[in-house]
């Protein structure tokens, strides 16, 4: 896990709690910084990950050099810039189409224009609460339920989960997005989903 200042690494004395949980040793990633905690892409080199998620609100931390790095190592990188506002966001979609040649699977938290790939006007995934927000408020609405609990947030995913039908969610990018079927059938099931999550 990286934040603003670099990898969390045991050494920082600037860690809460929770990150100092997700802490690895000085010496996991090499720092070419010399004396700096090891920054994105230090541990992009060192651990090739293939699916950077962005929490930071450090609007374009996912700059060209880092996307082209982690694009060298997977085929197929799953990039998702989550942090809200727009003009938080870590990248925009349309560039990390363009720095991996239409090889990325991008979802955002912020809505984006689509992506021009090729000649294929490709739709921006919103990856974000949005979708949650309305059968969460119908479920509560429905059960007079005075509090939201964990069960019912996992409830709520879970049926998202069931409701997507998309038969491969690693379709290739350029593909035309598969369109939403039914989205009241889905919203009621995710409310029913959430009402269930209530009762327990």
Known sequence: MVDVNGLLTTERKDLDPAQRHFAQPPEAVPSRAGSRAPGITDVINTVHPSAPIGLSTAAGAFTEEVVRDMAAHVDRPIT????????????????????????????????????????????????????????????????????????????????????????????????????PRRPRRHRDRRGDRRRQGCRR
């Open 80 to 179: 998702m810039p989550l942090s809200n506002p727009t003009s938080r966001s870590e990248a925009r979609p349309q560039d990390l189409a363009d720095w991996t040649d239409g090889r990325a699977l991008v979802a955002t938290g912020s809505p984006f224009p689509p992506m021009k790939i090729g000649r294929v006007d490709m739709p921006a995934a919103q990856c974000s609460n949005i979708y949650v927000f309305p059968g969460i408020g119908l479920a509560v609405t429905a059960v007079h339920a005075v509090r939201i609990t964990d069960a019912m947030l996992t409830a709520a995913a879970a049926a998202i989960g069931v409701g997507v039908g998309v038969g491969d969610p690693l379709r290739p990018a350029r593909d035309a997005a598969p369109r």
